[in-house]
């Protein structure tokens, strides 16, 4: 006798990452989702993965659609499998496979389908050490101080406890951390700055995902304990007094 079994549905979440050069700071993009469930609340972009394509293909989907990028895949990485059974706000369960994307350029923004707003939100530190995350309409933290357990209770409660829609706020913070805990051995991360970037904007990177300021990050040890990742490529344009920055080209980095 054939038993029915209740298949889960799959989505594939994309944290897409990119750094503004007039600004120096690394972003990440946030859409305001137009539909129900969680409509006009904040959220990484996601879809649902098609019957004839990979999961690869999905997270590659998501950037065309976004935001009109057509990327190699080597700029998108997989983070993680969220398979939580608290996750699901719906009757049907559904599971998450999460991807990283590190643009090359900040693009302007478009809301695609299912969107009313797009925007780039800039990666800082509160005063609690935490990740913070800013736009122009919203701000906030990740504390680092919930456990997954505590979180799914949470969101299984009351759904709109956080700030932004289903578990996106536990799926970034993962980002993060997979980020950080990657920089000394495959800092992908490093995509963000483009084909020739400065020492400087590195230490930049480094530095929010390490949660302390650039000042901490002498620049001399750093080009010494990190010339693996990049090499120097010569002198950038000097526009100005002072001696001109090092131009660096990021390396081709091997999967771990």
Not at 80 to 105: C, E, G, H, W
Request: net charge neutral; aromatic share 12%.
């Amino acid at each position: 006798m054939r038993t029915n079994i209740d298949q889960p549905e799959i989505t594939i979440a994309n944290i897409i990452w990119c750094f503004d050069r007039e600004k120096q700071t690394v972003n990440v993009l946030l859409i305001k989702r137009a539909d129900f469930p969680y409509e006009n609340y904040w959220s990484l972009p996601e879809t649902y993965l098609r019957e004839k394509e990979s999961a690869d293909q999905a997270a590659l989907r998501l950037v065309s659609e976004k935001i009109g990028l057509e990327l190699p895949g080597s700029y998108t990485e997989q983070l993680a499998t969220f398979t939580n059974p608290l996750r699901s706000v719906a009757k049907k369960r559904q599971i998450s496979l999460a991807y990283m994307t590190f643009l090359p350029d900040m693009p302007v923004l478009n809301p695609g389908a299912g969107a009313v707003a797009a925007e780039w939100f800039r990666l800082g530190v509160d005063s609690q050490h935490d990740y913070l995350f800013t736009g122009e309409q919203l701000s906030f933290a990740l504390s680092k101080l919930q456990s997954e357990h505590n979180f799914y209770q949470t969101l299984r409660t009351n759904h709109h406890f956080g700030h932004l829609a289903f578990d996106h706020e536990w799926l970034l913070q993962a980002a993060c951390q997979r980020i950080k805990n990657k920089l000394d051995y495959q800092p992908n991360v490093l995509h963000i700055l483009g084909d020739t970037f400065t020492l400087k904007s590195v230490r930049i990177v480094y530095a929010v995902f390490l949660k302390i300021s650039v000042a901490d990050i002498n620049n001399s040890n750093f080009r010494k304990t990190h010339q693996q990742f990049f090499e120097d490529i010569g002198l950038a344009e000097n526009h100005g007094p002072g001696r001109p920055a090092h131009l660096y080209r990021l390396k081709k980095l091997e999967n771990r």
